[in-house]
């Protein structure tokens, strides 16, 4: 992969506004799902309705979550967690949602250091990051989440074979949306854990890093 971005942590309100703004319009995709529904009562037609709001709700949860810690950012101390115990409950989230396929292939290395960061944050922007490159790829497209120790730092790596992820110019009356939302949202998050969030592109896809500092190696956020 070749382009490397690095997005930079955004202004809490207006990430908080984009968020709200993205809420509304899930929801309201999820309204018309339902109405749709309604009016067809074909069996295949009702499991792809029940399975377009899933996924839409799981969107909108995922995105309502992000809303606390852009919030009260510092107030919410870390606590030591374990990658895997991280990557089963986010894998176990999308199996919940429905409207998936298959994304996450659990490929952790050996004794992995654990990391400190506010577990339910770290959880919903994982979701909103691997939600973000499905919607982002071809359809059949597989997504893939790890979690590995390279350059001294605990990397969850998020990986598709989309098209390149090109960073847009942002509407400040709206603020980012779709993917450039998730990843600025990650990297404001992550700021208070001593991380941060490497995005790199290319011909094969993109590939995802929210990089952490092992706990064995630096002390809580203060």
Known sequence: MSDRLRPRP???????????????????????????????????SLRTGAEDIQTLCSQAGAAL????????????????????EVL?????????????????????EDALPDVEVDPEA??????????SAWDAAPEGCRVRLDALEEEGLL????????EPYRAEKVDPRIGP???????????????AWRGHVDVRSGEK?????????PATRAGPAG
């Open 177 to 191: 949306r779709g993917r450039a939302l998730a990843l600025e949202v990650a990297a404001s998050v992550v700021e």
């Open 10 to 44: 955004g202004d809490p309100v207006q990430l908080v506004l984009a968020l709200c703004h993205e809420i509304g319009n899930l929801l309201a995709a999820a309204r018309l799902s339902a109405y749709l529904v309604g009016r067809d009562a074909a069996a295949g």
């Open 205 to 213: 896809g993109n590939r995802v890093d929210v990089c952490l500092p």
């Open 122 to 131: 770290l959880h919903q922007l994982l979701v909103s990051l691997v939600l």
């Open 88 to 108: 089963k409950a986010v894998g176990h989230s999308l199996a919940r949602g429905g409207g998936y396929p298959p994304l996450v292939e659990l490929t952790l």
């Open 65 to 84: 979550a992000h809303l606390r810690p852009l919030l009260t950012g510092s107030e919410t101390r870390p606590v030591r967690v374990a990658p895997d």
């Open 155 to 162: 990397r969850f790596r998020i990986e598709d074979g989309g």
